[in-house]
Each structure stands twice: as structure tokens, then as C-alpha cells.
């Protein structure tokens, strides 16, 4: 995968479905280049297991020296990290 590469996110991730799309994103994290876009508009429903698959998925992006920009970010996640006070975690994560 090339820097143009972008991961985007399902339109839902929760509990139903993060077991699958946690090999999509190691799947990501080894191919990717530097950076890691990611493109969460498309995101309308997301739960405490989304949330905290997506802070893992940051932080390993980080340990792996890389960074991960957000090219979009719905309003739904956004709240929701913030209600469980992960948003700087997982949002700010320059």
C-alpha cells in the first residue's frame, strides 16, 4: 500500500463486528506507509468495543513508528470518545 492508501472505517463498529474488522486494520497497519489515514465519515454507529479497537489500533500505529492523520471523523464517533473519555486518545494522536 502506497501514502495514499486510506483506511476507511465501516459504517458501523461495535461489538457484532469488531473480531472481523480487527484483521482488516493489522491487515492495514503492517502494509501502510508512514502515515496512516484514516477516513471515518462514513461511521454512524459505534460502540465501547469500537472505540477501544480503534485507541488499540492508534496506539499500535504509534509503537510501530508510524502516525495515523484522520481525514474525516464522523460526529458520532467523536462523541462517543469523548463520553468515554478517549477523544484526545484517539483523535489527537500525533
Known amino acids: 500500500m502506497n ?3 486510506i483506511l476507511l472505517l465501516p459504517n458501523q463498529l461495535s461489538i457484532e463486528n ?3 474488522y480487527k ?3 493489522i491487515e492495514h497497519l503492517e502494509t501502510s506507509s508512514s502515515v496512516v489515514t484514516v ?3 462514513e461511521l ?3 460502540d465501547t468495543a469500537g472505540v477501544q479497537l480503534l485507541v ?4 499500535q500505529v504509534i509503537a510501530n ?3 495515523v492523520k484522520w481525514q474525516s471523523c464522523s460526529d458520532v464517533l467523536q462523541a ?5 473519555g478517549l477523544k484526545q486518545q484517539l483523535l489527537d494522536c500525533k
Open 3 to 5: 501514502s495514499d492508501n
Open 18 to 20: 469488531v473480531s472481523e
Open 23 to 25: 484483521d482488516t486494520l
Open 39 to 41: 477516513d471515518g465519515s
Open 44 to 46: 454512524s454507529r459505534v
Open 56 to 59: 488499540i489500533f492508534v496506539r
Open 65 to 67: 513508528d508510524k502516525q
Open 80 to 84: 462517543t470518545a469523548e463520553q468515554l
